[in-house]
């Protein structure tokens, strides 16, 4: 990947940093786009260039249009225009329907999905003019099964599938690839905040017997966005364990 640039949203933490420390591992100039957590993407940023990589740190709420094109604007001036882009950012804020504001739906909507919409938008061009690119949408086994008190969330990575599907129709005759990859209970901040009793049980649901790691749902993505995944587009790749079986 030494002639590409990839943006991962939601770079700093998580599933997202693991993805950028493997896109970058194969060769790839890696913008890492954060909301808040600017130390934390300095450190993904670090630990890239430490080993020979190519990389900058870019705060964004991938949500906002004007944040995003500002993103855009600013990863092609350091890196040049990215053709792999990994729509990784995303929040939970469950909670059971009949008490659910429509704060918390839209919150989560606009941070799941409108910065899918907003980023595929920007990134699209590029792509175009280049004949070649890849996109690799984040969703989660709660947008493929449902799951009770994340109405919200699980709408949102459903609606990244169908995203998914759609712009794969749009744009797979001009060598450009668009998937979903669907992770299950992976070790994060998103999962410690559920407590361990959540997890543990969980656990056991899982035919592996354990919470995934980032580094595992982090080497889907980078097969997705290599040359040898040029035949795959419009598809969800579950990684999970065994949990959706
Ligand atoms: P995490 O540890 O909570 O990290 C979330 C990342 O998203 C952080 O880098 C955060 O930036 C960024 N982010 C949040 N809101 C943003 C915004 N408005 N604009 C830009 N960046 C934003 O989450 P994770 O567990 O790694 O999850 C990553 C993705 O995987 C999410 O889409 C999540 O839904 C999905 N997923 C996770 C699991 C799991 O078990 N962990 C399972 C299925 C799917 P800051 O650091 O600046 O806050």
Redesign the pocket.
Known sequence: MSDRVALV?????????AIALALAESGASVAV??????A??DEVVSEIVATGGNAVAV??????PD?VAALFTTVSDQLGDPTILV??????DDGLLMRMSVEQWDRVL???LR?AFLCTKTALRPMLRAKWGRIVN?????GVAGNPGQGN?AAS?AGLIGFTKSIAKEVGSRGITVNAV??????????DALGASVTDAAAQQISVGR??T?AE?ASAVRYLASDGASYITGQTIVVDGGLAL
């Open positions: 949203t939601g770079g700093s933490r998580g599933i997202g940093r786009n954060y909301a808040s957590s600017a934390k993407a705060k964004a709420d991938v949500g906002d944040q729509n990784n950012a995303g929040i939970t606009a941070t799941n910065s984040i969703s989660s086994v709660s969330y990575k669907a992770p299950g209970f992976i070790a994060t901040d998103m999962t919470l995934g980032v749902v």
